[in-house]
Each structure stands twice: as structure tokens, then as C-alpha cells.
């Protein structure tokens, strides 16, 4: 009878303690190892044969079905509308649902991710684009664990993906004010940095229906400094973005007409500044956001906004993440099926009573807002 080959065996052959072996084996990485020491570890077990053993589970009791949704902010109600798509439909499934909230800190997000190899949902779920410096990590969780990710269309990923095109979604916010005959323009932003491709593309959008249009020069762009998203979001975080940066606007006396938050909670920010300013709107300035949250659609704000359907997007991520999970369970062959799934909604604008005609476009205006 072939002797079993044990942790032991393959340090010697490795050439490191057993403990690392067993670390580097049960994929226990609040350790730090080299890239080499774990490819020695790997290549011994392999060429000794191991084969890990089997999990005791005590009798009776039943594991839970749980997926892992990771956030970057729930003080944003547009992440909170895909947890409901998601969850809505994972309840329908019998799962449950375990959210890390990342709070766009690269630590957590590292921590939680390498949770994943010991925690083994059936499912993670992603409602943002992962940090580029962890898509190789999530990568790698996708071969074992069905991984779907709400992101931003055109970055290059090799995992399932809900996509959402952020550029045509600024290229509607900017048709509308052109159409009422706003020239010259805000546009206010959370940081625009590399690590947020997707707030980038929603403004790369807009400016192009400027540039069109031969008036870029009279877009202004007002981001947030990158310091904001080193820190932990407070609920007000987006809403002061927006409340401040068009403060400082009004400050530079620009001639601007109109003013568009990046987001649903950037807008009401604006809204409240121009209200403390005395400001009218839409008669003397319209706002716009993006996102159509359940505040915007409340009687008083009436924002003008852009509905992409946040919470199908959520619904469709879990489906995909059932279909993966269905052809781990019921395998067609032998061989192990490696599908894409890409889903995209049509984004439609949603006037209200937050924009009008530009003053000197000479077209009737709206009444404006107390």
C-alpha cells in the first residue's frame, strides 16, 4: 500500500518548516510568504502526490448558502439599491448574504478578500470595480469561486460582469442641458483619480457632448481633493462634496448655468448650497445628478436625474452568480464550462423640475424652486 504523503514530507522536499507548509496548503495568508516559498510548497505537494484531506463536518448540521457582496460605500443609497436587487434575489434562493464594506481602503479590501479562501462562499459579488492591484487576487478567487462584478464597461476583466457604460451616462446629462441652451457649465465630482475609472468615464462623457458641441472650454470641473477617499465616508460625505465645491463656485462668480453632481447625493448638496445662496432653481441655476435614488423622486428635491436601473443590476449579478454556481453542480461534462455573462441596461433621463432653459437661450423658463 502507497504511504500518504504528509505536510511533513513535503517541507523536507520544500525545504521549509512544516508550519509554512501547512499555512501556504490551507491558504492561511494573514501570513506573509514569497511568491517563491508558496511555488516550492505547490510544486512539492504536487510532485509528492498529496492530497489534501477531507473536511470533518458534524452530523446534522447544515451549511448556510451565503454569498459575499463587497461595497466601497453605504453611505451612498445607489449601493444600498443594488444590495437590495442582490439580496432580493438571493432570498428567493435561500441565501444569505454576508457585506463587506470596503470603504474604498485598499487594506480592508485585501483583508476581506483573502477571508474568502477560508470563508468559501458560494458566491461573491462585487458592486464596484475591484482595485487594480487585487484583479490578479480576484482573478484567482474566480476559478474556484463564482465571482460577478458590477463595473465599469470597456475595463478589460476576466470575470463575469453586469456592465454599466458611465460615459453615455454623462453623454444624456449633457444632451439635456444643450438642448435648454446651457453654454457654459459645472460639472462637480468625488476624486477623480485612477483607482475610479468609472467617475472618470461619466465625465469624459459630458465633455464630449461639449466638445461637440465647440464649447469644452466652458465645462468646469470641480473634483474633490484624493484625501477624501483616504478617509472613512460619513453619511454626509458626497452630500458635502457637492454642498462645498459649489460654495467655491459661486465664490468664483463663473457665469455658469448649470451645475451637475456626479452622483444622486452630490446634487442635493448643490441644491442646498444654492438654497442658502438665494438662489433659484431652476430660474437662476438647474442641477442635475445621476443615479435616480429614492430622495430624488421626493416632491420637495424634484431632481433631474438619470435612471439606469441600480437595482436590476443587482438582481442580474446574483442571477449570474446562480447560472455559475448551477454548472459547478451539474456539470454538462467532464470538462468544466467557462462562461461570460454581460448584461447592460439602456440609461433613460428623467426630467423634473430641477432644470430649465438657460437665461440667455431667449426660451421660456420653468417656474423656478423656492
Not at 449601493?79 to 428567493?92: C, D, N, P, T
Not at 474604498?104 to 474568502?116: C, F, T, W
Not at 458566491?123 to 476559478?143: D, K, R
Amino acid at each position: 500500500m502507497k504511504k500518504k504523503v504528509t505536510s511533513t514530507d513535503i517541507a523536507k522536499a520544500a525545504g521549509v518548516s512544516q508550519s509554512t507548509v501547512s499555512m501556504v496548503l490551507n491558504k492561511k495568508y494573514n501570513v506573509s510568504f514569497s511568491r517563491e516559498t508558496i511555488d516550492k510548497v505547490e510544486h512539492a505537494a504536487k510532485e509528492l502526490g498529496y492530497v489534501p484531506p477531507k473536511r470533518k463536518t458534524k452530523k446534522g448540521v447544515k451549511k448556510e448558502k451565503l454569498l459575499v457582496v463587497f461595497c466601497s460605500n453605504l453611505t451612498n443609497p445607489y449601493y444600498v439599491m443594488l444590495l437590495q436587487g442582490i439580496e432580493l434575489r438571493a432570498k428567493e434562493q435561500g441565501f444569505g448574504l454576508f457585506v463587506c464594506n470596503t470603504q474604498r481602503d485598499l487594506r480592508m479590501e485585501e483583508r476581506y478578500l483573502k477571508m474568502m479562501w477560508e470563508l468559501r462562499p458560494l458566491g461573491i459579488i462585487y458592486t464596484c470595480n475591484p482595485s487594480h492591484c487585487f484583479m490578479e487576487l480576484v482573478t484567482e478567487l474566480a476559478q474556484k469561486i463564482p465571482v460577478a462584478i458590477v463595473n465599469n464597461q470597456n475595463e478589460k476583466m476576466d470575470v463575469d460582469a453586469v456592465e454599466l457604460d458611465n460615459s453615455k451616462l454623462g453623454r444624456i446629462m449633457a444632451k439635456h442641458l444643450l438642448d435648454l441652451g446651457h453654454r457654459r457649465v459645472a460639472y462637480i465630482a468625488p476624486p477623480l483619480t485612477a483607482r475610479q475609472k468609472q467617475r472618470s468615464k461619466r465625465v469624459e462623457g459630458f465633455l464630449k457632448e461639449y466638445e461637440k458641441a465647440g464649447l469644452k472650454a466652458n465645462v468646469i470641473i470641480k473634483a474633490a481633493k484624493e484625501e477624501i477617499d483616504l478617509n472613512v465616508a460619513h453619511i454626509d460625505s458626497e452630500y458635502k462634496i457637492g454642498f462645498d465645491l459649489t460654495q467655491e463656485l459661486l465664490k468664483e462668480r463663473s457665469g455658469i448655468t448649470a451645475i451637475v453632481g456626479l452622483n444622486d447625493m452630490i446634487a442635493f448638496g448643490i441644491l442646498d448650497a444654492l438654497h442658502e445662496a438665494k438662489l433659484r432653481v431652476p430660474s437662476d441655476m438647474s442641477v442635475m445628478g445621476c443615479d435616480n435614488t429614492l430622495f430624488a423622486r421626493m416632491h420637495k428635491v424634484d431632481l433631474t436625474t438619470i435612471e439606469h436601473f441600480v437595482i436590476f443590476k443587482g438582481r442580474d449579478a446574483c442571477d449570474i452568480i446562480m447560472k455559475k454556481i448551477a454548472s459547478h453542480t451539474s456539470p454538462y461534462s467532464d470538462i468544466e464550462p467557462i462562461s461570460t455573462y454581460h448584461v447592460e441596461y439602456e440609461p433613460q433621463l428623467i426630467v423634473r423640475g430641477t432644470t430649465g432653459y438657460a437665461k440667455e437661450s431667449g426660451k421660456r423658463e420653468k417656474k423656478g424652486k423656492n
